[in-house]
């Protein structure tokens, strides 16, 4: 079945540098656009950032020019670099695949930004 699972959230201070990473399983990891969500308390779940199989990318303008997405179809992994963080980027962040019509989710990463 399929999993993803998320690693590398933290706390950092503001103007920190994060790299969060999505292991995926579970299906043919290099056919699929993967995405990123994340959510912050009180607030809805909010896509910012996805990636092609063949490695295109695409970002809220909020991330663009401060995140990177990278993936590893080898490995069946995608990475997010987080750079310039901000207080408003505290949330936990998810990667997510949509599926033969079903949307997958990791169980998420925290990432805290805070001084």
């Known amino acids: 079945q399929v999993q993803l699972v998320e690693s590398g959230g933290d706390l950092v201070q503001p103007g920190g540098s994060l790299r969060l990473s999505c292991a995926a399983s579970?299906?043919?990891?290099?056919?699929?656009?993967m995405n990123w969500f994340r959510q912050a308390a009180g607030k809805e779940r909010e896509l910012f950032a996805t990636?092609?199989?063949?490695?295109?990318?695409n970002y809220t303008d909020s991330v663009k020019g401060r995140f990177a997405l990278s993936r590893n179809n080898a490995k069946n992994t995608v990475s997010l670099q987080m750079n310039s963080l901000k207080p408003e980027d505290t949330a936990t962040y998810y990667c997510?695949?949509?599926?033969?019509?079903?949307?997958?989710w990791g169980q998420g990463t925290q990432v805290t930004v805070s001084s």
């Open positions: 997510s695949v949509r599926h033969w019509g079903t949307n997958y």
């Open positions: 579970g299906f043919a990891f290099d056919s699929y656009t």
């Open positions: 990636i092609t199989s063949d490695g295109a990318t």
